[in-house]
Protein backbone atom coordinates (compact mmCIF):
# COMPACT_ATOMS: atom_id res chain seq x y z
CA UNK A 1 0.00 0.00 0.00
CA UNK A 2 1.11 3.60 -0.69
CA UNK A 3 1.31 6.02 2.04
CA UNK A 4 0.81 9.13 0.75
CA UNK A 5 0.29 10.92 4.63
CA UNK A 6 -0.12 9.67 8.18
CA UNK A 7 -2.02 11.38 10.52
CA UNK A 8 -2.40 10.86 14.12
CA UNK A 9 -5.63 12.53 16.02
CA UNK A 10 -5.27 13.33 19.63
CA UNK A 11 -6.24 11.33 22.64
CA UNK A 12 -5.86 12.07 26.08
CA UNK A 13 -3.32 12.66 28.58
CA UNK A 14 -2.43 10.71 31.54
CA UNK A 15 -5.48 12.57 33.53
CA UNK A 16 -7.97 11.99 30.79
CA UNK A 17 -7.94 15.88 29.47
CA UNK A 18 -7.58 16.25 25.42
CA UNK A 19 -4.11 16.28 24.53
CA UNK A 20 -3.11 19.99 23.02
CA UNK A 21 -2.07 18.49 19.64
CA UNK A 22 -5.40 17.32 18.01
CA UNK A 23 -4.12 16.23 14.54
CA UNK A 24 -0.58 15.57 13.36
CA UNK A 25 -0.12 15.12 10.09
CA UNK A 26 3.61 13.23 8.28
CA UNK A 27 4.35 12.45 4.53
CA UNK A 28 6.92 10.38 3.05
CA UNK A 29 9.93 12.21 3.91
CA UNK A 30 10.00 13.38 7.16
CA UNK A 31 11.67 12.47 10.02
CA UNK A 32 10.25 13.56 13.36
CA UNK A 33 11.56 13.75 16.74
CA UNK A 34 9.30 12.66 19.85
CA UNK A 35 11.37 14.32 23.00
CA UNK A 36 10.05 14.49 26.52
CA UNK A 37 10.92 13.45 29.71
CA UNK A 38 11.10 10.43 31.03
CA UNK A 39 7.48 8.83 31.64
CA UNK A 40 6.19 11.31 29.53
CA UNK A 41 4.52 9.04 27.17
CA UNK A 42 6.99 8.99 23.86
CA UNK A 43 7.08 5.27 23.97
CA UNK A 44 2.89 4.82 23.93
CA UNK A 45 2.95 7.71 20.77
CA UNK A 46 5.04 5.04 18.98
CA UNK A 47 2.66 2.12 20.17
CA UNK A 48 -0.12 3.57 18.78
CA UNK A 49 1.26 4.33 15.57
CA UNK A 50 2.69 0.98 15.49
CA UNK A 51 -0.78 -0.36 16.25
CA UNK A 52 -2.22 1.92 13.97
CA UNK A 53 -4.71 2.90 17.02
CA UNK A 54 -8.46 3.10 16.71
CA UNK A 55 -9.41 4.75 19.96
CA UNK A 56 -8.59 1.00 21.31
CA UNK A 57 -5.38 2.14 23.64
CA UNK A 58 -4.98 3.74 26.73
CA UNK A 59 -4.32 7.47 24.93
CA UNK A 60 -7.39 7.12 22.63
CA UNK A 61 -5.46 8.24 19.89
CA UNK A 62 -6.70 7.04 16.11
CA UNK A 63 -4.38 6.66 13.51
CA UNK A 64 -5.61 7.30 9.57
CA UNK A 65 -3.59 5.92 6.32
CA UNK A 66 -4.25 8.62 3.30
CA UNK A 67 -6.80 10.65 5.48
CA UNK A 68 -9.16 7.26 6.25
CA UNK A 69 -9.50 4.72 8.42
CA UNK A 70 -6.96 1.33 7.89
CA UNK A 71 -8.57 -1.61 7.33
CA UNK A 72 -8.00 -4.40 9.76
CA UNK A 73 -6.14 -6.58 7.63
CA UNK A 74 -2.99 -3.84 7.94
CA UNK A 75 -3.14 -3.55 11.18
CA UNK A 76 -3.40 -7.34 12.41
CA UNK A 77 -1.77 -9.76 9.06
CA UNK A 78 1.90 -9.40 10.07
CA UNK A 79 2.52 -9.89 5.70
CA UNK A 80 0.91 -6.38 5.58
CA UNK A 81 2.03 -4.38 8.34
CA UNK A 82 3.04 -1.06 7.49
CA UNK A 83 5.56 0.10 10.25
CA UNK A 84 8.84 -1.39 10.79
CA UNK A 85 10.02 -0.55 15.00
CA UNK A 86 13.60 -0.84 15.54
CA UNK A 87 13.76 -0.88 19.25
CA UNK A 88 15.96 0.17 22.08
CA UNK A 89 16.74 -3.44 22.35
CA UNK A 90 17.90 -5.69 19.65
CA UNK A 91 18.49 -9.34 20.84
CA UNK A 92 18.81 -12.32 18.13
CA UNK A 93 18.96 -16.18 19.21
CA UNK A 94 18.83 -17.00 15.83
CA UNK A 95 22.16 -18.98 15.90
CA UNK A 96 22.96 -18.06 11.86
CA UNK A 97 25.17 -15.90 10.51
CA UNK A 98 24.78 -12.53 9.59
CA UNK A 99 24.95 -13.00 6.01
CA UNK A 100 22.71 -16.09 6.72
CA UNK A 101 19.56 -14.17 8.57
CA UNK A 102 20.26 -11.14 5.91
CA UNK A 103 19.65 -14.34 3.43
CA UNK A 104 16.90 -15.98 5.14
CA UNK A 105 15.06 -12.47 5.53
CA UNK A 106 15.31 -11.35 2.21
CA UNK A 107 14.00 -14.27 0.47
CA UNK A 108 11.17 -14.63 3.24
CA UNK A 109 10.36 -11.03 1.52
CA UNK A 110 10.93 -11.28 -1.69
CA UNK A 111 13.83 -8.73 -1.70
CA UNK A 112 16.18 -9.04 -4.41
CA UNK A 113 18.66 -7.52 -2.31
CA UNK A 114 23.05 -8.62 -2.34
CA UNK A 115 23.63 -9.93 1.10
CA UNK A 116 26.97 -7.58 1.28
CA UNK A 117 25.18 -4.83 0.39
CA UNK A 118 23.25 -4.96 3.55
CA UNK A 119 25.66 -5.22 5.76
CA UNK A 120 28.06 -2.49 3.90
CA UNK A 121 25.25 0.07 4.42
CA UNK A 122 25.27 -1.27 8.45
CA UNK A 123 29.20 -1.00 8.99
CA UNK A 124 28.80 3.15 7.39
CA UNK A 125 26.39 3.56 10.38
CA UNK A 126 28.24 1.43 13.19
CA UNK A 127 32.29 1.77 14.54
CA UNK A 128 32.50 -1.62 15.31
CA UNK A 129 32.53 -3.60 11.78
CA UNK A 130 30.04 -6.19 11.21
CA UNK A 131 31.44 -9.55 8.99
CA UNK A 132 29.10 -11.28 7.23
CA UNK A 133 29.99 -14.81 8.68
CA UNK A 134 30.03 -13.33 12.33
CA UNK A 135 27.02 -14.66 14.65
CA UNK A 136 23.79 -13.00 15.14
CA UNK A 137 24.31 -13.65 18.78
CA UNK A 138 27.74 -12.34 19.17
CA UNK A 139 26.56 -8.25 17.96
CA UNK A 140 26.26 -6.06 20.54
CA UNK A 141 23.95 -3.54 20.66
CA UNK A 142 25.21 -0.91 18.45
CA UNK A 143 25.90 -3.50 15.69
CA UNK A 144 22.16 -4.96 16.24
CA UNK A 145 20.76 -1.69 15.58
CA UNK A 146 22.75 -0.47 12.73
CA UNK A 147 21.99 -3.56 10.67
CA UNK A 148 18.49 -3.66 11.99
CA UNK A 149 18.15 -0.06 10.12
CA UNK A 150 19.90 -1.15 7.22
CA UNK A 151 17.66 -4.01 6.90
CA UNK A 152 14.75 -1.79 6.94
CA UNK A 153 16.51 0.26 4.12
CA UNK A 154 17.04 -2.45 1.99
CA UNK A 155 14.95 -5.02 2.90
CA UNK A 156 11.72 -4.27 4.42
CA UNK A 157 9.23 -2.57 2.83
CA UNK A 158 7.71 -0.66 5.92
CA UNK A 159 6.83 2.99 4.42
CA UNK A 160 6.80 4.11 8.32
CA UNK A 161 9.72 3.44 10.18
CA UNK A 162 9.72 4.23 14.25
CA UNK A 163 12.99 3.78 15.74
CA UNK A 164 13.44 4.37 20.21
CA UNK A 165 16.83 6.08 21.34
CA UNK A 166 19.06 6.15 18.23
CA UNK A 167 21.65 7.22 20.54
CA UNK A 168 22.14 4.60 22.82
CA UNK A 169 23.50 2.52 20.92
CA UNK A 170 26.92 4.55 20.22
CA UNK A 171 26.31 4.64 16.41
CA UNK A 172 26.98 7.54 13.49
CA UNK A 173 23.44 9.22 14.09
CA UNK A 174 24.84 11.88 11.14
CA UNK A 175 24.99 9.27 8.61
CA UNK A 176 21.82 6.95 9.77
CA UNK A 177 19.40 9.89 9.49
CA UNK A 178 20.59 11.23 6.02
CA UNK A 179 19.81 7.85 5.04
CA UNK A 180 16.65 7.29 6.41
CA UNK A 181 15.67 10.55 4.89
CA UNK A 182 17.08 9.66 1.22
CA UNK A 183 14.65 6.79 1.36
CA UNK A 184 11.81 8.70 1.39
CA UNK A 185 10.32 6.75 4.54
CA UNK A 186 8.25 8.61 7.52
CA UNK A 187 10.65 7.95 10.36
CA UNK A 188 9.61 8.58 14.05
CA UNK A 189 12.48 8.96 16.36
CA UNK A 190 12.03 8.84 20.30
CA UNK A 191 14.98 10.78 21.40
CA UNK A 192 16.72 12.84 24.24
CA UNK A 193 19.89 13.86 21.96
CA UNK A 194 20.10 17.31 20.68
CA UNK A 195 21.61 16.68 17.66
CA UNK A 196 19.14 13.91 16.54
CA UNK A 197 16.28 16.28 17.24
CA UNK A 198 17.21 18.86 15.44
CA UNK A 199 18.28 16.67 12.01
CA UNK A 200 14.73 16.32 12.51
CA UNK A 201 12.23 18.61 10.48
CA UNK A 202 10.00 18.33 13.35
CA UNK A 203 9.73 18.06 17.35
CA UNK A 204 6.65 16.65 19.14
CA UNK A 205 6.69 17.62 22.70
CA UNK A 206 5.47 15.26 25.24
CA UNK A 207 4.18 15.85 28.68
CA UNK A 208 1.68 13.95 30.80
CA UNK A 209 1.26 11.39 28.39
CA UNK A 210 0.17 14.16 25.71
CA UNK A 211 1.76 15.60 22.72
CA UNK A 212 1.91 19.24 23.50
CA UNK A 213 3.90 21.13 21.42
CA UNK A 214 4.51 20.89 17.54
CA UNK A 215 8.04 22.79 17.08
CA UNK A 216 9.79 23.23 13.12
CA UNK A 217 13.39 22.88 13.70
CA UNK A 218 15.13 26.45 12.31
CA UNK A 219 17.54 27.23 10.73
CA UNK A 220 20.12 28.72 13.32
CA UNK A 221 19.00 25.06 14.97
CA UNK A 222 20.53 23.60 12.04
CA UNK A 223 23.45 25.49 12.32
CA UNK A 224 23.86 24.15 16.00
CA UNK A 225 23.38 20.49 14.93
CA UNK A 226 26.69 20.72 12.61
CA UNK A 227 28.43 21.95 15.57
CA UNK A 228 26.97 18.64 17.83
CA UNK A 229 27.75 16.49 14.71
CA UNK A 230 31.49 17.41 14.88
CA UNK A 231 31.46 16.82 18.50
CA UNK A 232 29.74 13.40 17.96
CA UNK A 233 32.38 12.38 15.45
CA UNK A 234 34.89 13.37 17.72
CA UNK A 235 33.56 11.41 20.34
CA UNK A 236 33.37 8.24 18.38
CA UNK A 237 36.76 8.90 17.69
CA UNK A 238 37.84 8.99 20.88
CA UNK A 239 35.87 5.88 21.89
CA UNK A 240 37.77 3.67 19.40
CA UNK A 241 41.32 5.21 20.26
CA UNK A 242 40.64 3.97 23.91
CA UNK A 243 38.98 0.83 22.76
CA UNK A 244 42.50 0.48 21.36
CA UNK A 245 44.48 0.94 24.22
CA UNK A 246 45.63 4.24 22.92
CA UNK A 247 46.96 7.29 25.44
CA UNK A 248 44.81 10.75 24.80
CA UNK A 249 47.60 12.79 25.53
CA UNK A 250 47.74 14.41 22.27
CA UNK A 251 43.74 15.26 21.54
CA UNK A 252 42.92 18.04 20.22
CA UNK A 253 39.10 19.08 19.68
CA UNK A 254 37.78 19.41 15.89
CA UNK A 255 37.76 23.01 14.54
CA UNK A 256 35.47 25.54 16.18
CA UNK A 257 35.11 23.43 19.00
CA UNK A 258 36.66 24.83 22.30
CA UNK A 259 37.83 21.95 25.03
Request: aromatic share 2%; net charge negative.
Amino acid sequence: MRVRELTVLGGTDKDGRPEPVRRLTLRPGDVVAIVGPTGSGKSALLRDVELLAQGDTVTGRRVLINGERPPESLRFDPERRLVAHVTQTMGFLADCSVREFVELHAESRGADVDPEEVIELANRFTGEPIHPDMHMTELSGGQSRSLMIADVLLISDSPVVLIDEIENAGIRKREALEELTRHDRIVLLVTHDPAVALRSRLRIVMRNGAMTELVETSEREREVADVLDLVDEWWLELRDRVRRGERLDDVKPPSGVRA
